[in-house]
């Protein structure tokens, strides 16, 4: 059973596979329910196999103007840019979903980013 090297006493899988559920353990909205865990590819590898973009909704409500969502498309590359930047900026403006997506419009007028 694989364990962290520098740290033996977490990780510890409940599986062999390296995989298995652990309780949420700090603050959020998810306290109190469990996440599932799992060895991962290498990053080269993971890269490959995501989708190519991903289509982010958000929702803005607030008094001045009637809610409304606004759809957002980022290369994988560019996601967690996205989302650390809409989660530490956007104010009134939610995630609402975000889902993978194999082609944005053309009207995004988006290109793929390469970043490593």
């Known amino acids: 059973m694989a364990r962290n090297a520098d740290r033996p006493e977490h990780w510890i899988p409940d599986n062999p596979d390296g995989s298995g559920w652990a309780d949420v353990d700090w603050v959020s909205a998810t306290r109190g329910s469990r996440y599932h865990y799992r060895h ?19 929702r803005l409500e607030s008094s ?11 290369a994988a590359s560019g996601l967690a840019d996205l989302v650390g930047e809409l989660v530490w900026h956007g104010g009134a ?24």
């Open 93 to 116: 403006e939610v995630i609402w979903h975000i889902a993978p997506c194999k082609h944005p419009p053309a009207e995004a007028q988006l290109i793929e980013v390469v970043r490593d």
């Open 64 to 74: 001045e103007q009637h809610p409304h969502e606004n759809t957002y498309y980022v």
């Open 40 to 58: 991962a590819e290498p990053l080269a590898e993971a890269r490959a196999a995501r989708p190519p973009f991903y289509r982010v909704v958000t």
